[in-house]
């Protein structure tokens, strides 16, 4: 054993990728004394990983921010003959209102959701726009880098507008 207390063998490192891997370890049908005892025993190097994993993304803040980015972009797109370009400033209003709304840094999941949702929101308009076999012909050429653009210009825009929604909540809630 060496001298800081930890166990050298390749039990402890079994250990702690079982319970960086244990997806359940929370919904399982232990009671929860034991559950927590078998928390604070994981001391090994990974025990934390999991922690920070689950802070770095979280799927109910990424489907909060879809369904405003999808309701952005719908209601922008509302607007007659300009709707392509008020798609996106409905967008950036959308992830705007996230971003002042809740202090929470969640740039990934707004930047996630909105690229996905803006993928989404163009493909339905391709798709529902016109002559359906040119559509067809049309994402069947240019399909894929079609996706790419809109899904990045999503991204930026939501990021965007995310951005200088935490930018306007932190300078409303500094104090002077």
Do not use: Q
């Amino acid at each position: 054993m060496p001298s800081d207390g930890r166990r050298v063998s390749g039990e402890t490192e079994r250990e702690d990728w079982d319970a960086l891997l244990d997806d359940d370890a929370t919904a399982s049908d232990a009671p929860a004394a034991d559950r927590d005892d078998a928390n604070s025993r994981s001391t090994g190097r990974l025990a934390g990983v999991r922690r920070r994993v689950g802070r770095l993304f979280s799927v109910r803040y990424f489907l909060l921010a879809a369904v405003a980015a999808l309701a952005g972009l719908l209601v922008g797109g509302l607007v007659p003959l300009v709707g392509g370009v008020t798609r996106f400033v409905g967008l950036a209003a959308a992830t705007f209102l996230l971003g002042a709304g809740f202090g929470r840094r969640a740039y990934l999941e707004v930047a996630l959701a909105s690229g996905l949702a803006t993928v989404a929101a163009l493909l339905v308009g391709v798709l529902s726009a016109g002559f359906f076999p040119l559509a067809a012909d049309f994402l069947a050429r240019h399909g894929v880098a079609f996706a790419l653009g809109a899904g990045a210009l999503g991204v930026a825009v939501g990021a965007l507008g995310y951005y200088f929604g935490r930018d306007l909540r932190a300078g409303f809630t500094r104090s002077l």
